[in-house]
């Protein structure tokens, strides 16, 4: 059955969580905290271990309606909506499928003047990954470069949103603290594949239970920290084997400006058609 999310839901929060660590698309999975201390396991597990359990708790497929409105330092809002697929095409060994790890298809529809839109990113193993744009206005596909580019305007990143995997970085877990009340593993990512990311560094902090990031913390490479992710606790929400958390924000701290997005709507066992990822649905939309 399909898990649907409306915009009209009870109060209750990335990696491309933290939306870019895995998705993984804006949406950060946050479990409701039960209040249980870390096991005699958990304790021992390292910084790698915690990360890659991070990286595991992302659904294969899905697909949101994300609203991202984003504010400058001179208080003007621009809003943005759009509509983000994602499939996850690795096999239950994490080996890539036909030299694919996963595809990213994202929609727009606000604002007005990039309406239909449509970006196609396919992760391949060896690299390096397919980036494709389509433009009414040009009514043709075009290959790109959206590593590190700003999504539409606003201050998350297409990296933000795309596959990631546990190579690439270094990690090291630091001592554990807790976040607005709840008890979080801290881990230190130095990235060592930084000729595409401007991020040498990152902090997450993870949640304990379920091993997802409720802060992800990002340094450039001369060691200043340069932005950061906030999921909202409160938001979450029960997709099926996942609990969601709905709202978050990615600040820029040099810029002085930040980024607040809003799952609109989601779905979290789609009926993609074997064309969803091809360049054909990126210029036709179908």
């Known amino acids: 059955m ?3 999310y409306s915009s009209v839901m009870p109060k ?21 905290f039960g209040g249980a201390p870390p096991t005699e396991a958990t304790e021992e597990l ?3 271990e915690i990360y890659r359990r991070l990286l595991n708790n992302r659904y294969k497929r899905g697909v949101q309606k994300i609203q991202i409105v984003s504010t400058d330092p001179g208080g003007s809002e621009q809003t943005t909506v759009f509509v983000a697929s994602l499939e996850d095409h690795r096999d239950e060994n994490d080996e890539p499928t036909d030299g694919k790890n996963a595809s990213l298809l994202i929609e727009v529809s606000r604002p007005f003047d990039m309406r239909h839109t449509r970006y196609l990113v396919v992760s391949k193993e060896p690299g390096p990954d397919d980036e494709f744009i389509y433009r009414p206005s ?10 590190g580019t700003p ?3 606003t201050d998350y990143t297409f990296r933000d949103l795309a596959y990631h995997d546990l190579e690439g970085a270094r990690y090291q877990r630091l001592p554990d603290e807790t976040l607005d009340g709840v008890p979080v593993f801290v881990v230190e990512a ?11 560094k990152s902090l997450s902090y993870v949640e304990q239970e379920h091993f997802v990031p409720l802060r992800v913390r990002y340094w450039d490479e001369y ?3 340069i932005k950061e992710l906030r999921a909202e606790h409160a938001s979450i929400e029960n997709f099926g084997p996942m609990w969601v958390a709905t709202r978050s924000k990615m600040i820029d701290l040099l810029q002085r400006t930040e980024s607040r997005s809003t799952v609109l709507e989601l779905d979290a066992n789609p009926d993609f058609s074997p064309m969803q990822f091809s360049l054909r ?4 939309g179908r």
């Open 12 to 32: 209750a929060h990335l990696n491309l969580a933290a939306a870019l660590v895995a998705l993984a698309l804006l949406i950060v999975c946050v479990p409701v």
């Open 223 to 225: 060691g200043v920290e």
């Open 2 to 4: 399909a898990c649907k």
């Open 138 to 147: 040009e009514r043709r596909v075009r290959r790109v470069d959206l590593k």
């Open 190 to 200: 130095h990235v060592t594949d930084t000729f595409e990311d401007r991020v040498h």
């Open 281 to 284: 649905r990126l210029a036709q």
């Open 46 to 48: 390292s910084g790698r």
């Open 151 to 153: 999504l539409l305007g």
